[in-house]
């Protein structure tokens, strides 16, 4: 391989996507260019070492900045979120006390076939998360508006 | 006056010099620490924008050959006073430690 693939560029756009709109609509575009010259240079440096060091360091730093980001531009969204989660947890614990449902009652095959149900919904709510992430990602990719060239 | 953070100090220092891009300050911050900070793009940017917010940096046209995508930086009077305070501020506690006779050892390298 002679260069770093680019698809670490899409994958670094769909990181920025952990960020705020409000932030990402302002810096989105410039930070993926940083991670693509970025990547080339220590590409150049050090190969693939050098690269991977990078790639850390960055995902590091995506993971702390995000949620930084997140508490300073978007505390009316955490606070919603919370409330809505906070709302869908107590409905199902209220929806569990009102018809109790005890495991350890069932058969064992039963019980396989709950354990299974449940681990088949994990996996089809995944994978919809996905599927609705990548349709966000190709529709609404944060372009620098010309207001925003202008500040 | 409360002390600069690092990732701000840092910033407005690559600044000092002239207007620089998102990855030359970047480039610029790891070159005057001997590469011991490294600034990921979350951190340039999100600092940035708290000194845009602040009236301390502010975006600008880049020169004519400037790439495109690249929005370029300068530091305001403002940015340029608290840089110079923060200065004088680390001044002042590098002259009491070397009063104090604390001398960092020589480097190793």
């Known amino acids: 391989m002679t260069a770093p693939p680019i698809v670490a560029t899409h994958l ?17 575009s410039e930070m993926a ?31 702390r900045t995000a949620a ?17 989660a906070a709302a869908a947890c107590t409905f199902a614990i209220m929806q569990i006390a009102r018809q109790p449902v005890l495991f350890t009652s069932l058969s064992p095959v039963d019980q396989d076939t709950v354990v299974l149900l449940f681990l ?17 990602f190709w529709l609404l990719v944060p372009r620098r508006s010309s207001r925003a060239r202008r500040v | 006056m409360t002390p600069l ?21 970047s480039k610029e911050v790891l070159r ?25 940096v502010e975006a600008v046209d880049g020169p004519e050959s400037a790439d495109e995508r690249r929005r370029y930086y300068r530091l305001k009077a403002l940015g340029r006073r608290a840089l110079e305070a ?12 070397r009063a104090e006779r604390v001398v960092p050892r020589p480097s190793r390298t």
């Not at chain 1, 990547?39 to 360091?57: F, K, N, Q, S, Y």
């Not at chain 1, 995944?126 to 990548?134: C, E, N, Q, S």
């Not at chain 2, 220092?13 to 620089?20: D, M, S, T």
């Not at chain 2, 001997?34 to 602040?54: A, F, H, I, K, S």
């Open chain 2, 32 to 56: 005057q620490t001997d590469g011991r900070m490294r600034m990921g793009p979350g951190t340039l940017y999100g600092t940035l924008q708290r000194l845009l917010d602040q009236g301390w």
């Open chain 2, 86 to 97: 923060e200065v004088e501020r680390m001044d002042a506690l590098v002259r009491t430690a």
């Open chain 1, 68 to 84: 930084t980001q997140w508490l300073r531009n978007g505390p009316s969204m955490v606070l919603a979120l919370s409330v809505a």
């Open chain 2, 5 to 25: 953070t690092p990732a701000v100090f840092h910033i407005l220092l690559a600044l000092a010099g002239g207007k620089r891009h998102g990855y030359a300050i």
């Open chain 1, 12 to 28: 670094y756009r769909a990181l920025v996507y952990l960020y705020p709109p409000a932030f990402r609509r302002q810096f989105a």
């Open chain 1, 120 to 136: 088949a919904t994990l996996v089809i709510l995944l994978a919809v998360i996905v599927i609705l992430f990548t349709v966000c």
């Open chain 1, 33 to 63: 260019s940083d991670f693509h010259d970025a990547t080339c240079d220590a590409w150049h440096d050090g190969g693939w070492p050098a690269v991977m060091r990078l790639w850390t360091h960055i995902a590091s730093d995506v993971m």
